[in-house]
Nanobody, 124 residues
Framework: QVQLVESGGGLVQSGGSLRLSCTAS????????MSWIRQAPGKELEWVSD????????YYADSVKGRFTISRDNVKNTLYLLMNTLEPTDTAVYYC?????????????????RGQGTQVTVSS
């Protein structure tokens, strides 16, 4: 079955950087777009970024555009999120999620399989 394991979260000061990783198994990784989504305390899940299975396209929420970079390694079956210039409003649990198709999108798929999440806390 689909397994997604996130890592790389932590506590960082405002303006700092973190790189999240997500190791995938149980499906043919290169055939599916992948997403990063997040949930801040007391708020709903929020879509953050997508990348197509073949690297052909990337998409970002306006709130992270220019600061975050999504990438993937289809040999290592791993998804990444490089987060620069972090702000306290980026504090959330970050999840990776598997799309149902090769191509990415910009909408939140609440039913997508996702991992257990990794906590990112940005202090001011």
């Amino acid at each position: 079955q689909v397994q997604l394991v996130e890592s790389g979260g932590g506590l960082v000061q405002s303006g700092g950087s973190l790189r999240l990783s997500c190791t995938a198994s149980g499906f043919t990784f290169k055939d599916y777009a992948m997403s990063w989504i997040r949930q801040a305390p007391g708020k709903e899940l929020e879509w953050v970024s997508d990348i197509a299975g073949d690297h052909s396209a990337t998409y970002y929420a306006d709130s992270v555009k220019g600061r975050f970079t999504i990438s993937r390694d289809n040999v290592k079956n791993t998804l990444y999120l490089l987060m620069n210039t972090l702000e306290p409003t980026d504090t959330a649990v970050y999840y990776c999620a598997k799309r149902g198709t090769l191509y990415g999108s910009t909408w939140m798929d609440f039913g997508a399989p996702r991992g257990q999440g990794t906590q990112v806390t940005v202090s001011s």
